[in-house]
Every structure is written in C-alpha cells, then in structure tokens.
C-alpha cells in the first residue's frame, strides 16, 4: 500500500509522514527532495511553478519532478512494500502523473486514467489563514509564505474517485494518524 500526502505548502506533509512512518514502520519519502535544482531556486526566488505547456507535451516546472516521484511510487508497488510519499499534488492531473507516469500526457491518453487500488492519497485540508501562519513561523524552507495564495489558487482537491482520506489539519497528529490506522484496517477487511 501506498499513501500520498498531499495538501498545500506548510499543511504539515512531512511532519505527518516522518511520524506515520515511525509508527508504521514504512520509508517515507519527501518529494522536495526528488525537485530539481531549477525549481528550488525559483521558489526560493519567491516565483511560482508554472504548467506552461512546451513543444512535446511537457508540463514545464513539475513534470520532470512528478516523474521521478512516479518512479519512486513504481519501484514501490513492484517490491510490494508499503510506503509514504509527501508530496503537493495539487491539481487531478499531478495525481494522475504520480499514478501512471507519462502516459497521462501522451497525444493518445485518455483525460482520466483509472485511480490505481493499492495507492491513496491523504489529502490534508485547511485553511488559508491557519497554514500562512504556519508557514511564516517555520524556518530553513525554500518555499515561501508569499507562494502559499498560488497554491490555494491551482488547489483540485481530490474527488471521490480519487482513493483520498481528507484529513482536517485543525486536529492533533495523533487524531490524524489513529484515522490513517482506521483506514488501513478498514482495507483489510
């Protein structure tokens, strides 16, 4: 099984997968690590990522990032081991990426490509006020306070047939994970 945490810059993705992961006894990975160099530096430089669409399909800032998540996501599955993945996930097509890969964006795909049973999204919900707050007090991260508006501007949140657990990020970790732990038993069954 694969979870994606996903929700906007600050909502708390990686504090969430570090402790999950500590209790599950999963890898977790922090797709911040997998952006390439180019757009740390522009989010650094307080630019948002952009979709601009070049020749050959390319979605410009994110695809190349999402692929590589996507490749993570893959090795996963194919091992048959249980993960935790941050990462923004942000639009219906960036979580259809990390699902299928490129073939999302190929001349032939079909718009929506069927969600995958084994991977599912925690999609952390709050809302603006609450997570600029938390962004304007945290330190060390390229991603700036001021790019938080862009996001909530490009926000999709999952639907229903997207596999998602909406998680409201008002509660405590604790609250959050022990619904994480429902949920995994409910697949059990």
Known sequence: MIYIIMGVSGCGKTSLGTFLSEKLGWPFYEGDNF????????????????DQVSPGACIHDRFPWLLRLHEVIERERSSGSDALLACSALKHLYRQILLHGSTVVAPTSSASLASSPEVFFLYLHGDYDLIHQRMVARQGHYMKADLLRSQFDILEPPSDEENALTLDIRKSRNEMILEVEKHIESLKL
Do not use: S, V
């Not at 952006?35 to 952009?50: D, F, S, V, W, Y």
């Open 35 to 50: 952006h390439p160099q180019e757009n740390i530096e522009k989010m650094a430089r307080g630019e948002p990522l952009t």
